[in-house]
């Protein structure tokens, strides 16, 4: 009986089975359970190790923002959103280069006053490990002027990282590094793979494999030298050109690195171009001799460590360039529970809407910009002295309209040409608006114009003012080390209505550490209305407040005398009131005629009285009026003919 019934069911499962409806059912249980089987431990460990790699990166970018100031870096994980936003850009006022992970850029170059288009050189090691996926973050470093590119990848449970910093040398006009670093923290190696384009689609160069011995070990480079086309000189005889040679260390295009350790890889390379030319006969003599300081460049780096010259350039940019900022911090609507007053509108522009980040990235591109003569080894200490001494006298700098108020100053880039602008047009600002000294002197001078012309201050004989309208700043500005005669000195200006100040301070001053009697530094804010102030590296404060007249709102001046003397005989105005204390009767003074209201309802009343009365007779004259006339003259005509008959 049982084995009957067991007969029984096995014919009517293999019936079920040879069904078309039953074979459907068990193709689909059998992909399941391979994809199951199969793939499903693949998605398992897949998600386990991008969870991996973005705590990895997450660990690492919190070390990083702890190590500096919010104004410092710029960090962006998606990976295209560094190029829409930002231009990851570095140079020294000769060289530059975009850093484009996704898509290589070339090598610009400073010709003249501004940067040419890319040059058919594309100079980016891209380096990656192989048949791995990653996590990464794109970070400009402000601080540092380089920028770097984190990479976490996950391996057995465990994080590699690899870390690229790319920067051009802020001291050495013709030199670019980049630093490829793995840490290997896995049970099991890993490949490291690098590649660069090199030279691209550039006519009639010519590229070769060289080799320098120094101290007995040889180094294998490759050297590439031509010729383009000049992107601006034109003449009528013919185009000029501009010959560069470029002299870049080799690597090795695979590298396994074993579990537990870490590897470096540095890369150097040497940029040599000349000036435009428009004889191209003379190609041959010019490109020898830029082979020559190439190669002769090249091999005296090599005599140094490579940390030696990342060290030498952080330092600089970091103790020297970067050590004077502006900031700009918004108020967030700190003042939305209060009574809102507006100042009557002046004839100045009205403040554009800048985000830090924003004030920060324009500053970097400038400095990246602009060459450090102050810095090179090659400027004689006799020069260095005599142009310490013309940062302290910087003419009439700044005597414009305040930049915080110039919206084509301060624009988001995505490209080398718009950047080439903007830094072009800054330059051309400061210099019509009196800022030739400073921008002769190269970085330095061009970044304490910078920070003179974002509060419109002008040096005058015995006094500095700045003449920026307080009542339409409406963020926190922050300058960092203006350098007025032999002080650096801070500037906080608070207009929110908790603070209304300006917070001052000296940070370092030379005078007063190599002279026994020192230059003192007095400030008075707004009409010098209070006591001038002696300025020392404790923070104090002064009003935030604006004339009627308008007169400048901050002062500094090394003699307090003659903050007193102005405010008794130079200084005129009528009233001077809070940044935030308008009156609403001087608010209709500059808005209109300051009428009663009623006299405005009477005109109105009269107004439209006078056209009620008016639509009245022309009503009349022609509606009522023009009937019974009619009417009256039927009537005398029908009379009229009675009497006839």
């Given at each position: 009986?049982?084995?009957?019934?067991?007969?029984?069911?096995?014919?009517?499962?293999?019936?079920?089975?040879?069904?078309?409806?039953?074979?459907?059912?068990?193709?689909?249980?059998?992909?399941?359970?391979?994809?199951?089987?199969?793939?499903?431990?693949?998605?398992?460990?897949?998600?386990?190790?991008?969870?991996?790699?973005?705590?990895?990166?997450?660990?690492?970018?919190?070390?990083?923002?702890?190590?500096?100031?919010?104004?410092?870096?710029?960090?962006?994980?998606?990976?295209?959103?560094?190029?829409?936003?930002?231009?990851?850009?570095?140079?020294?006022?000769?060289?530059?280069?975009?850093?484009?992970?996704?898509?290589?850029?070339?090598?610009?170059?400073?010709?003249?006053?501004?940067?040419?288009?890319?040059?058919?050189?594309?100079?980016?090691?891209?380096?990656?490990?192989?048949?791995?996926?990653?996590?990464?973050?794109?970070?400009?470093?402000?601080?540092?002027?380089?920028?770097?590119?984190?990479?976490?990848?996950?391996?057995?449970?465990?994080?590699?990282?690899?870390?690229?910093?790319?920067?051009?040398?802020?001291?050495?006009?013709?030199?670019?590094?980049?630093?490829?670093?793995?840490?290997?923290?896995?049970?099991?190696?890993?490949?490291?793979?690098?590649?660069?384009?090199?030279?691209?689609?550039?006519?009639?160069?010519?590229?070769?494999?060289?080799?320098?011995?120094?101290?007995?070990?040889?180094?294998?480079?490759?050297?590439?030298?031509?010729?383009?086309?000049?992107?601006?000189?034109?003449?009528?005889?013919?185009?000029?050109?501009?010959?560069?040679?470029?002299?870049?260390?080799?690597?090795?295009?695979?590298?396994?690195?074993?579990?537990?350790?870490?590897?470096?890889?540095?890369?150097?390379?040497?940029?040599?171009?000349?000036?435009?030319?428009?004889?191209?006969?003379?190609?041959?003599?010019?490109?020898?001799?830029?082979?020559?300081?190439?190669?002769?460049?090249?091999?005296?780096?090599?005599?140094?460590?490579?940390?030696?010259?990342?060290?030498?350039?952080?330092?600089?940019?970091?103790?020297?360039?970067?050590?004077?900022?502006?900031?700009?911090?918004?108020?967030?609507?700190?003042?939305?529970?209060?009574?809102?007053?507006?100042?009557?509108?002046?004839?100045?522009?009205?403040?554009?809407?800048?985000?830090?980040?924003?004030?920060?990235?324009?500053?970097?591109?400038?400095?990246?910009?602009?060459?450090?003569?102050?810095?090179?080894?090659?400027?004689?200490?006799?020069?260095?002295?005599?142009?310490?001494?013309?940062?302290?006298?910087?003419?009439?700098?700044?005597?414009?309209?305040?930049?915080?108020?110039?919206?084509?100053?301060?624009?988001?880039?995505?490209?080398?040409?718009?950047?080439?602008?903007?830094?072009?047009?800054?330059?051309?600002?400061?210099?019509?608006?009196?800022?030739?000294?400073?921008?002769?002197?190269?970085?330095?001078?061009?970044m304490q114009a910078m920070m003179l012309s974002l509060l419109g201050a002008q040096f005058h004989e015995y006094e500095l003012a700045f003449h920026a309208d307080p009542t339409q700043i409406h963020t926190k500005v922050q300058i960092h080390n203006l350098l007025y005669n032999a002080s650096f000195v801070d500037i906080d200006v608070d207009p929110s209505s908790e603070s209304r100040e300006i917070g001052l301070s000296i940070t370092t001053s030379e005078a007063i550490k190599q002279s026994s009697q020192p230059l003192l530094v007095f400030a008075c804010g707004a009409g010098c209305e209070s006591e001038p102030i002696e300025?020392?590296?404790?923070?104090?404060?002064?009003?935030?407040?604006?004339?009627?007249?308008?007169?400048?709102?901050?002062?500094?001046?090394?003699?307090?005398?003659?903050?007193?003397?102005?405010?008794?005989?130079?200084?005129?105005?009528?009233?001077?009131?809070?940044?935030?204390?308008?009156?609403?009767?001087?608010?209709?003074?500059?808005?209109?005629?300051?009428?009663?209201?009623?006299?405005?309802?009477?005109?109105?009343?009269?107004?439209?009285?006078?056209?009620?009365?008016?639509?009245?007779?022309?009503?009349?004259?022609?509606?009522?009026?023009?009937?019974?006339?009619?009417?009256?003259?039927?009537?005398?005509?029908?009379?009229?003919?009675?009497?006839?008959?």
């Amino acid at each position: 009986m049982t084995q009957m019934l067991n007969n029984n069911f096995m014919r009517n499962l293999l019936g079920a089975v040879n069904a078309p409806k039953g074979r459907k059912v068990c193709l689909a249980i059998f992909i399941g359970l391979v994809f199951f089987g199969y793939l499903g431990p693949w998605v398992i460990n897949h998600g386990k190790a991008t969870q991996i790699t973005v705590e990895c990166l997450e660990v690492v970018l919190k070390d990083y923002e702890r190590k500096y100031a919010e104004n410092e870096y710029l960090i962006h994980q998606s990976p295209k959103s560094l190029e829409e936003q930002v231009h990851p850009f570095v140079g020294n006022g000769n060289i530059g280069f975009t850093v484009n992970y996704f898509y290589p850029a070339g090598l610009i170059l400073r010709l003249g006053s501004s940067w040419t288009k890319d040059v058919p050189y594309r100079p980016m090691v891209r380096a990656r490990l192989e048949s791995l996926n990653d996590q990464s973050a794109s970070i400009i470093n402000y601080k540092n002027g380089m920028v770097e590119r984190l990479q976490c990848y996950s391996i057995d449970g465990a994080c590699v990282l690899m870390s690229l910093k790319t920067f051009v040398h802020r001291t050495r006009h013709s030199l670019l590094l980049q630093e490829i670093k793995v840490e290997n923290k896995a049970n099991t190696p890993v490949t490291l793979k690098m590649e660069r384009n090199g030279p691209y689609y550039w006519k009639g160069s010519a590229t070769s494999t060289e080799i320098l011995e120094v101290e007995g070990n040889p180094h294998e480079y490759t050297l590439s030298s031509g010729k383009f086309k000049a992107p601006y000189e034109r003449d009528r005889t013919g185009e000029y050109f501009v010959a560069m040679v470029i002299a870049a260390t080799n690597f090795a295009k695979e590298v396994t690195i074993p579990p537990g350790t870490v590897h470096t890889e540095q890369v150097i390379a040497v940029v040599k171009f000349s000036q435009p030319f428009l004889d191209a006969h003379k190609e041959n003599d010019i490109s020898a001799e830029l082979v020559d300081k190439t190669e002769e460049e090249l091999f005296s780096l090599l005599h140094m460590d490579f940390n030696i010259l990342m060290q030498e350039h952080v330092e600089t940019w970091s103790q020297h360039i970067w050590s004077s900022k502006m900031w700009l911090e918004p108020l967030n609507l700190l003042q939305e529970d209060q009574p809102k007053k507006s100042h009557p509108p002046l004839p100045v522009l009205l403040q554009p809407q800048l985000s830090p980040q924003l004030v920060v990235a324009t500053v970097y591109y400038v400095l990246s910009s602009v060459d450090a003569p102050l810095f090179l080894p090659s400027t004689s200490q006799l020069t260095k002295k005599e142009m310490y001494s013309a940062l302290k006298m910087p003419g009439s700098c700044f005597n414009g309209q305040p930049t915080i108020f110039e919206e084509n100053l301060w624009k988001p880039i995505d490209n080398t040409v718009d950047m080439s602008d903007l830094v072009s047009h800054w330059q051309h600002t400061l210099f019509k608006h009196g800022c030739r000294s400073l921008l002769n002197l190269g970085v330095t001078g061009f970044m304490q114009a910078m920070m003179l012309s974002l509060l419109g201050a002008q040096f005058h004989e015995y006094e500095l003012a700045f003449h920026a309208d307080p009542t339409q700043i409406h963020t926190k500005v922050q300058i960092h080390n203006l350098l007025y005669n032999a002080s650096f000195v801070d500037i906080d200006v608070d207009p929110s209505s908790e603070s209304r100040e300006i917070g001052l301070s000296i940070t370092t001053s030379e005078a007063i550490k190599q002279s026994s009697q020192p230059l003192l530094v007095f400030a008075c804010g707004a009409g010098c209305e209070s006591e001038p102030i002696e300025l020392n590296s404790e923070r104090q404060v002064v009003d935030l407040k604006w004339t009627d007249p308008q007169t400048p709102v901050l002062y500094f001046s090394h003699d307090r005398k003659h903050l007193s003397f102005m405010k008794k005989s130079i200084i005129h105005y009528k009233h001077i009131r809070w940044v935030d204390d308008v009156p609403q009767e001087e608010g209709q003074h500059h808005h209109g005629l300051n009428l009663p209201v009623a006299f405005w309802v009477i005109i109105i009343g009269l107004i439209f009285g006078f056209h009620l009365f008016l639509f009245k007779l022309i009503y009349q004259e022609y509606c009522v009026g023009g009937g019974s006339r009619s009417s009256e003259k039927y009537r005398r005509g029908k009379d009229g003919t009675n009497s006839k008959v």
